[in-house]
């Protein structure tokens, strides 16, 4: 049985649906059953800071799924953290679990100021001493953080950013994560104590890239607009971020920007194929004049 947790997110509902359509075993494990829309998948409700709760979601299970919270009104995202990753060495423990899938992110094996990968580390680096088969799957950006602002381009024709518009990075589709994980959670074979997979997109991409795909598919001008640095925190803060949320939010930027979270292992980054382009055909159809 494959323990998904954060079964309602973008990569945990996809995940969901790949080991369903797999004809895997699965369980989804939700903080609200009420909200979770797929019903034909064996479901069970759990806090994450609840050590009992996601301990009985768990019994029965063999592989797991787990990640990183990702709650913009924290007070304290760190503490939260291991809090939660406490909970998940329980749970696997007590439910007999013997495989742990961890979504992480690049960067994760590095020391410094890096905000929100510190918490991909620090689940790393906590899972390291229980006895179980551990798989870290390590993505890059994902391509639906630019769809936060779609409307805004809609309306504005303005792709606003805290990266510079020439700045090339690598990014990929969550599906495709989703996808990979699938594979991962149904491979029977017993591997190493410890695997990484550090992820990528098929290309690189700037936010002037990014525009330029936007235009091409809402068939008007998109310009990228860079929010300057000293404006980061308070334009986080008045969309509902906490003052320790953002800072991980700025501090993780500024590493980007930095190009200082790249892979552990470069030679052996697996490269995943869906272009933004075809990833943002699901949200916005090409015009008639292309198709």
Not at 35 to 47: H, I, K, M, S
Not at 111 to 134: H, P
Request: hydrophobic content about 40%; aromatic content about 6%; glycine content about 6%.
């Amino acid at each position: 049985m494959n323990i998904i947790l954060g079964a309602s997110g973008q990569i945990g509902s996809t995940l969901v649906s790949e080991l369903k359509k797999k004809g895997q075993p699965v369980r989804a494990v939700v903080r609200d059953v009420r909200r979770f829309t797929e019903r034909a998948v064996e479901t069970r409700q759990a806090d994450m800071f609840n050590a009992e709760e996601l301990t009985k979601a768990c019994l029965g299970g063999t592989s797991i799924f787990v990640l990183t919270p990702e709650t913009p009104t924290s007070d304290d995202i760190i503490e939260d953290t291991k809090r939660i990753i406490d909970n998940y060495k329980t749970a696997i423990r007590s439910a007999g679990i013997k495989k742990v899938v961890a979504l992480s992110c690049i960067g994760a094996h590095l020391d410094g100021k890096t905000g929100n990968v510190l918490m991909s580390k620090m689940l790393e680096q906590e899972l390291a001493d229980i006895d179980v088969e551990k798989v870290y799957v390590r993505p890059s950006y994902y391509f639906s953080n630019w769809l936060a602002y779609l409307d805004t381009i809609r309306q504005s024709g303005v792709l606003p950013t805290f990266l510079p518009a020439s700045l090339r990075m690598n990014m990929l589709s969550p599906v495709d994560v989703a996808k990979f994980t699938a594979e991962i959670l149904s491979d029977p074979l017993p591997q190493d104590n410890k695997q990484i997979y550090e992820l990528e997109g098929p290309e690189l991409y700037s936010p002037a890239d990014i525009a330029g795909t936007f235009s091409r598919l809402l068939n008007r001008p998109v310009r990228v607009e860079p929010i300057p640095k000293h404006r980061w925190l308070d334009t986080l803060l008045a969309v509902g971020f906490t003052e320790n949320t953002a800072q991980h939010l700025v501090d993780m930027t500024q590493a980007v920007i930095e190009n200082r979270l790249s892979p552990e292992h470069p030679e052996k980054t697996i490269k995943l194929q869906t272009t933004f382009g075809k990833y943002l055909q699901q949200y916005v159809p090409l015009p008639r004049s292309n198709e």
